[in-house]
């Protein structure tokens, strides 16, 4: 299986910066499309970012478009969302998923889930 494991959550002032990585081990890592989903307190898991196996491709959310940057460095099997100008509603629990597939941007099309790291953004 392939193992996640996310880094860089903490807690940052409305406007500030953070970086989360993930780092990825078990399979082939640029095979996978790789993303990062978000659940904040009292809601529904939701999609952030996404990126092809290449690196070529990205998707985000309209929520963050703008704001966040989705990398990737296949040699050091890693994956990085970079979070600027970070506002409230971005505190949630991000998780580092994997998938098989192609491609996808819906939860369920997902086979590989980080553990999770706390993103609080406080005003």
């Known amino acids: 299986q392939v193992q996640l494991v996310e880094s860089g959550g903490g807690l940052v002032q409305a406007g500030g910066s953070l970086r989360l990585s993930c780092a990825a081990s078990g399979r082939t890592f640029s095979n996978y499309a790789m993303g990062w989903f978000r659940q904040a307190p009292g809601k529904e898991r939701e999609f952030a970012a996404a990126i092809s196996g290449s690196g070529g491709v990205r998707r985000y959310a309209d929520s963050v478009k703008g704001r966040f940057t989705i990398s990737r460095d296949n040699a050091k099997n890693e994956v990085v969302l970079q979070m600027n100008s970070l506002k409230p509603e971005d505190t949630a629990v991000y998780y580092c998923?994997?998938?098989?597939?192609?491609?996808?941007?819906?939860?369920?099309?997902?086979?590989?889930w980080g553990q999770g790291t706390q993103v609080t953004v406080s005003s």
């Open positions: 998923v994997a998938t098989g597939n192609i491609w996808a941007t819906a939860a369920d099309q997902y086979d590989y």
